[in-house]
C-alpha cells in the first residue's frame, strides 16, 4: 500500500492567542497579508494603527525574499547555488554576502551537530525525490553508497572577505533547503523592526517569528501533532521576541511496504533519519532555529536534547520515534500538554 503526502508541505506550526494576560493597550487593528515565497505561503501580521505603513513594510518583505531566493535557490537558473554547484571541482564563483552569511552558520550547525546537519546532502536528491518532482521510488543501497562520498559540508570552502565559495569535489551540490527559509525570516524580522512594528508575526512554512505581543496578550504557538489531523496541535508554548522552527517526518513523504520514507535525510546513510517524529526549536534567531530543528532530528533524541541543552538561547521538544514527547529544561514550565500526540505507525 502507498500513500502519499500534499505537494504542499505541511505547516509544522499554528498561532494561538492566550487571553486574559494584561499588558499595553491593544493595537487599532490586525493587518495580514500573504503570498507564496520560497515553496512555502509566507505569511505577514501586524497589529497597528497605520495599515498603509504596515502594508508597505510587508510588500518590503515579499521583495527581500524573493531577492533572496534569486541567490539561493537551487531552482532558480543563475542563482549563486546553481553557479557555485556547476563550478564544483572545478574553481571558486562570486558568491553575494548573504550566501557567505547562510554558509557560515550552516558550518557552524554542521559541527554542533556532528556532521547530521549538511548542505550538501543534495548529492541524494535525485535519488529521493521529496520536492517537486515527488515520487515512491527507492534508491537502491549501492546507488546509495556511490553518492555518500560526495557528502560532506566540510568540503564546501568560502572566503568572506573576497566573496567567493568553492566546493571542492566535483559531483557536489550545495542546498539551502534546511536553513535558506530561516534566514529570510531574519531578514524579514529585521526590516518590519525597522519599519516601526512592534507587535507581528512572520511564518513561512515551519518557521516563524513573533515579536511584542497581540494587543494585550502573549503569544501561544501550537507543535503539530506528528501523526494527528493536518493544523492539530498536541502541545502550546507561549513566547515573545522568538522564533519557533519545527521539523518533521509528516511533512513531505510516503508510505510503503508499511514503512515511512521522508525528505529529512541522514547524510551518514543516505537515508530518512528514524529516530524522531518531530523537532521544535526555539531561539532568537530563525536561521539557527531552522538549521537546528534538522539536525536535531537527524541526531536523534539523545544527542539531539543533549545538544539542545548545551546551546545558549535555545531551547527544544522532540516527539521520538517511539512517540515520547522530550522538553528542554528552559521549556519545562513554559510548554502545555493539550494531549498526548497520537500514536499511530508509521
Given at each position: 500500500?502507498?500513500?502519499?503526502?500534499?505537494d504542499?508541505?505541511?505547516v509544522?506550526?499554528?498561532?494561538?492567542f492566550?487571553?486574559?494576560?494584561?499588558?499595553?493597550?491593544p493595537?487599532?487593528?490586525?493587518?495580514?497579508?500573504?503570498?507564496?515565497?520560497m515553496?512555502?505561503?509566507?505569511k505577514?501580521?501586524?497589529?497597528?494603527?497605520d495599515e498603509p505603513a504596515?502594508?508597505?513594510?510587508?510588500?518590503?518583505v515579499?521583495?527581500e525574499?524573493d531577492?533572496?531566493?534569486?541567490l539561493?535557490?537551487?531552482?532558480?537558473?543563475?542563482?549563486?547555488?546553481?553557479?557555485?554547484?556547476?563550478?564544483?571541482?572545478?574553481?571558486?564563483?562570486?558568491?553575494?554576502?548573504?550566501?557567505?552569511?547562510?554558509?557560515?552558520v550552516a558550518r557552524?550547525i554542521?559541527?554542533?551537530?556532528e556532521?547530521?546537519?549538511?548542505v550538501?546532502?543534495?548529492?541524494l536528491?535525485?535519488?529521493?525525490?521529496f520536492?517537486h518532482?515527488?515520487?515512491?521510488?527507492?534508491?537502491?543501497?549501492?546507488d546509495?553508497?556511490q553518492?555518500?562520498p560526495?557528502?560532506?559540508?566540510?568540503?564546501?570552502e568560502?572566503?568572506?572577505?573576497a566573496r567567493?565559495?568553492?566546493?571542492?569535489?566535483e559531483g557536489?551540490?550545495v542546498?539551502?533547503?534546511?536553513?535558506?527559509?530561516?534566514?529570510a525570516?531574519?531578514?524579514?524580522?529585521?526590516?518590519?523592526?525597522?519599519r516601526?512594528l512592534?507587535?507581528?508575526?512572520?511564518?513561512a512554512?515551519?518557521?516563524m517569528?513573533?515579536?511584542?505581543r497581540?494587543?494585550?496578550?502573549?503569544?501561544?504557538l501550537?507543535?503539530?501533532?506528528?501523526?494527528g489531523?493536518g493544523?492539530?496541535?498536541f502541545?502550546s508554548v507561549?513566547?515573545?521576541?522568538?522564533?519557533f522552527?519545527?521539523?518533521?517526518?509528516y511533512?513531505?513523504?510516503?508510505?510503503?511496504?508499511?514503512r515511512?520514507f521522508?525528505?529529512?535525510?541522514?547524510?551518514?546513510?543516505?537515508?530518512?533519519?528514524?529516530?524522531?517524529?518531530?523537532?521544535t526549536?526555539?531561539s532568537?534567531?530563525?536561521?539557527?532555529a531552522?538549521?537546528?530543528?534538522?539536525?536535531?532530528?537527524?541526531?536523534?533524541?539523545a544527542?539531539?536534547?543533549?545538544?539542545?541543552?548545551?546551546l545558549?538561547?535555545?531551547?527544544g521538544?522532540?516527539?521520538?520515534?517511539?512517540?515520547?514527547?522530550?522538553v528542554?529544561?528552559?521549556?519545562?514550565?513554559k510548554?502545555r500538554?493539550?494531549?498526548p500526540?497520537?500514536?499511530?505507525?508509521?
Amino acid at each position: 500500500m502507498i500513500v502519499r503526502s500534499s505537494d504542499v508541505a505541511a505547516v509544522a506550526c499554528s498561532a494561538l492567542f492566550l487571553a486574559g494576560c494584561g499588558g499595553a493597550t491593544p493595537p487599532a487593528a490586525q493587518v495580514e497579508r500573504a503570498r507564496v515565497a520560497m515553496g512555502a505561503e509566507l505569511k505577514l501580521t501586524a497589529w497597528t494603527g497605520d495599515e498603509p505603513a504596515a502594508v508597505a513594510a510587508f510588500e518590503e518583505v515579499f521583495a527581500e525574499f524573493d531577492r533572496l531566493e534569486s541567490l539561493l535557490s537551487v531552482w532558480r537558473d543563475g542563482s549563486d547555488l546553481q553557479r557555485l554547484n556547476a563550478a564544483a571541482g572545478l574553481h571558486p564563483v562570486p558568491v553575494s554576502a548573504e550566501t557567505i552569511d547562510v554558509l557560515t552558520v550552516a558550518r557552524q550547525i554542521g559541527d554542533w551537530t556532528e556532521g547530521k546537519f549538511d548542505v550538501t546532502f543534495a548529492a541524494l536528491s535525485d535519488l529521493w525525490k521529496f520536492d517537486h518532482d515527488q515520487d515512491d521510488s527507492i534508491p537502491s543501497p549501492a546507488d546509495i553508497r556511490q553518492r555518500l562520498p560526495l557528502i560532506d559540508y566540510r568540503q564546501v570552502e568560502f572566503d568572506p572577505a573576497a566573496r567567493t565559495a568553492f566546493v571542492r569535489r566535483e559531483g557536489m551540490r550545495v542546498h539551502f533547503g534546511g536553513i535558506g527559509k530561516g534566514y529570510a525570516v531574519d531578514r524579514g524580522v529585521a526590516i518590519l523592526r525597522q519599519r516601526g512594528l512592534h507587535d507581528f508575526m512572520v511564518q513561512a512554512g515551519g518557521d516563524m517569528y513573533v515579536a511584542g505581543r497581540h494587543g494585550d496578550r502573549m503569544w501561544r504557538l501550537g507543535i503539530q501533532d506528528p501523526r494527528g489531523p493536518g493544523g492539530s496541535s498536541f502541545a502550546s508554548v507561549e513566547v515573545s521576541n522568538a522564533t519557533f522552527s519545527t521539523s518533521g517526518d509528516y511533512e513531505r513523504f510516503f508510505i510503503k511496504d508499511g514503512r515511512r520514507f521522508h525528505h529529512i535525510l541522514d547524510p551518514d546513510r543516505g537515508e530518512p533519519a528514524t529516530g524522531c517524529r518531530s523537532v521544535t526549536i526555539v531561539s532568537d534567531r530563525a536561521v539557527l532555529a531552522d538549521g537546528l530543528s534538522t539536525g536535531v532530528f537527524v541526531l536523534g533524541p539523545a544527542k539531539g536534547m543533549a545538544l539542545i541543552e548545551r546551546l545558549p538561547q535555545v531551547e527544544g521538544v522532540i516527539v521520538t520515534a517511539e512517540n515520547e514527547v522530550v522538553v528542554s529544561s528552559g521549556l519545562k514550565d513554559k510548554v502545555r500538554i493539550i494531549s498526548p500526540p497520537t500514536d499511530r505507525r508509521p
